[in-house]
């Protein structure tokens, strides 16, 4: 057994290993480091570290009840003790009974709450350590010495130690020293990892933001005059400067990715990124290490600690594309998030905390999803706060021309071609498809025809099984289950012969250039020549006879 006469050169001697405890960059290891340091003296039994953090456990702590504040305890971090063999117990555990202490409850709670140290000299004659003393008396602890963690008059933590040997009068002075160098350490050792933290938030945020310059082709500023549209622009004005969540709905190519974009510009979080994930392409097995992050060595392959993406997104937005392709076992993971902004990375068991708008956009019916099993109701429910409905282009064709006009401009001067003038022929023929893949088709259909376009004509190459008769072009207001009148083929012969007439009566028999008939026509003048040769036109009032025997 160390006499008291022997604990100032021990203690003294602890000095010499501050130089390498301020060159420690990560707080855990630091914290760990001291605690193992100190147990390995003979006469400290018992080693402890608690830091002032943010309330996490509030509900299951068994101190709750004498907590007046649930803004900030102190967090047990580390732990180190030789034991003895009277008890078996692991004593560098931090999740047992003073896993947390409130600020003012107990000789460690008091420490944090003034400031100052309690020193208890010797236990056998100090009956304030009435609700532990058979503990220390059974194993053989006579002092304790409990010290805040300074640094500029701000209290970090407590560091304390359980003494074999009565706490001699210089005890106390040395265990200040030391808990100021620890404190500075800390203060050093937190710096560097927020830099860390900062430096590894940047470039993963330069990753997600290079996928999405890869992955999602931008379609233009939110651009519509019809009335759906304006109630989408209505609905943004409305909910972006809140942080409500937001769930847009809508077929793909719509430009859901659009509306969510807008929604965070017009946020008050717009200075910070939104942060986008396509809940679609992450394999199963790395959904949570996507989402969360993963600490070193928590699986095969992680090398080193990594941030998920809504640490990515901490203070600004995180965009769920495809929300309604969650693993249904996983769902529950997200809901706790959302509820509680709270998360603990794979392979970590520390609870970490995060400020996130969160926007989801689905093309998916996820009330039907819910009726049939496949996606969870309270998930449902937490996501829906505030939907939006994007309609798809066939519901809003009087914004074709807006729509066409901005993506040839956008293409021509990506691409530094000419920008071709869109034809009435075009606009009819743009309006005449169904277009099921959206706006997002218009405008890889608008990109193709100024790539192919020859001597300044576009041409819309479209699916000819999803073509309406130019003649016959439905209202877009129209309900889908008005019946589609149907042409027998010599009719549609004629029906076409006659636009082509139209076109060249149009255009006054003008084949070429600007508002020619081919250019109404939306075709090359060589193949509208061919046609007037096949079918024998002429500039005369004999071309109905001509049309309706050719048709025949």
Known sequence: MLLAADYRPEFASLTGKLVELAQVRQVQDLMQRVVDLLANRPHIALA???LLERGDLCSACQLQTRCESHEKCLHLVASAGLGSAMEAA???RIDGEYRRIPLGVGKVGQVASHGEAIVVQDYASDPSWATRYSWAEHLGIRGLNAQPIKFKDQILGVISVFTYIPTPREGPAWMRIFADQIAGALVNARAFEEIERLRARV?????YLREEVREVRALGDILG????????ELQIDRVAPTDATVLILGESGTGKELVARELHRRSGRSDRPLIRINCASVPRELYESEFFGHAKGAFTGAIKDRAGRFEAADGGTLLLDEVGEIPFTLQSKFLRVLQERQYERVGEERTRSVDVRIIAATNRDLKKEVEEGRFREDLYYRLNVFPIQVPPLRDRKEDIPLLTRHFLQQAATRLQLGCPALTEGNLRTLRSYHWPGNVRELQNATERALILAQ?????????AGILRNPGFVQNTEEDASTPVTVLTEAELRLLECQNLVAALEKSRWKIHGSNGAAELLGIKPTTLISRIRKLGLKKSHENLQTLRASAA
């Open 455 to 463: 001597n300044g004509v576009l041409h819309f190459d479209l699916p």
């Open 225 to 232: 005059e019809t009335s759906c549209m304006r109630r989408v």
């Open 203 to 207: 470039e993963l945020e330069n990753v």
């Open 48 to 50: 402890r570290i608690w």
């Open 90 to 92: 692991d004593w560098s």
